[in-house]
């Protein structure tokens, strides 16, 4: 079993900075590529960063420039930097990774249960 447990959420004024963590435990073998993404109330899903095992990162549009996503692998934890933020920021932001259990594991994705950020104007 696995569990992604994120960290770092909370309320911040425009402008300000939130850095979220998401540490992953449990059965693994390896990790591939880890993720963000956000949910805010009413809407679907959406991505907001990537990061592989390489390092090779993708952002969503509305977050670049602004936002870095890395990694600690030795660590297993993703990080999501978050600089000059907006209103429009304000979502649950979940943490995601395709993690091997074991060595024929052919890997799954799995999410955490997300973490509140809340941008005031």
């Known amino acids: 079993q696995v569990q992604l447990v994120e960290s770092g959420g909370g309320l911040v004024q425009a402008g300000g900075s939130l850095r979220l963590s998401c540490a992953a435990s449990g059965s693994i073998f390896s990790i591939g590529n880890m993720g963000w993404y956000r949910q805010a109330p009413g809407n679907e899903r959406d991505l907001v960063a990537t990061?592989?095992?390489?390092?090779?990162?993708n952002y969503a549009y509305s977050v670049k420039g602004r936002f870095t996503i890395s990694r600690d692998s030795a660590k297993n934890t993703v990080y999501l930097q978050m600089n000059s933020l907006k209103p429009e920021d304000t979502a649950v932001y979940y943490c995601?990774?395709?993690?091997?259990?074991?060595?024929?594991?052919?890997?799954?994705?799995?999410w955490g249960k997300g973490t509140l950020v809340t941008v005031s104007s």
């Open positions: 995601n990774a395709f993690v091997r259990e074991h060595l024929l594991d052919t890997g799954m994705d799995y």
């Open positions: 990061i592989t095992r390489g390092g090779d990162t």
